[in-house]
Each structure stands twice: as structure tokens, then as C-alpha cells.
């Protein structure tokens, strides 16, 4: 009994510490998933990891694929990026999140007495 007690601590231990796989994201074949959202899903994060807005053309969902290219946009803090979006007031939104983007973090790095 106290054998099959020890076996089974060890195989608890084991898998509690030592079989958790964290894989970044810029390196999962999204085209493995059937599922539309987990393949929008997918392909978002492989984009924000990246921080490719191309790859979010991949993306079949568009509000998926809007807040891909606007994400990317600001993270980069550049609206160039912001021509990626397939129509003007998804582009023109893209543009003033980015702009309020830098202007918070001019805010942030500039605080006013």
C-alpha cells in the first residue's frame, strides 16, 4: 500500500511540475485549428507577437482582424499601420486610438506640475 502511495505522489509531483508546455505563440501553426474563432484567436496572438499587422489579413473575422491591425498600431505607436484596415472608419478609428495612445504616453513621460 505505501508503494502505490509513493508511485502515486511521484506521478502527481511529476506531472504537476514537469509536463505544463508554454509555447509562444509566435511559433503555433495556426492553420491546424478547424474552428474559426480559436483560428482568429490563434492568429491575433501569433500578429501581437510578431507585431506583424500583415499576418492579420489572415484573420476570417473581421472585428478580429480590426482590432488586430489597431492593436498592433498602437503598441508600435505608429498610424501608418492604420491603412491596413479594409474601411475608412475602421482607418480613421485606428488613427485617433493611436493618436490618444501617444498623447497618454507623452502625458505619462511629461506630467504636468
Known amino acids: 500500500m505505501r508503494v502505490w502511495d509513493g508511485i502515486l505522489a511521484l506521478v ?5 511540475t514537469g509536463c505544463v508546455k508554454k509555447t509562444n505563440p509566435a511559433d503555433v501553426d495556426c492553420g491546424v485549428y478547424t474552428d474559426r474563432k480559436i483560428r482568429s ?6 500578429s501581437i507577437a510578431l507585431m506583424n499587422p500583415t499576418s492579420c489579413k489572415d484573420i476570417n473575422d473581421a472585428n478580429v482582424r480590426a482590432a488586430c ?3 498592433i498600431a498602437i503598441r508600435l505607436g505608429d498610424d501608418y499601420y492604420c491603412v491596413s484596415q479594409d474601411r475608412l472608419p475602421l482607418k480613421e478609428d485606428c488613427e485617433r486610438k493611436v493618436a490618444d495612445a501617444q498623447r497618454a504616453a507623452k502625458a505619462k513621460s511629461n506630467p504636468t506640475p
Open 12 to 16: 502527481l509531483v511529476l506531472l504537476l
Open 69 to 71: 491591425i489597431t492593436d
Open 41 to 46: 484567436d490563434c492568429l491575433y496572438n501569433k
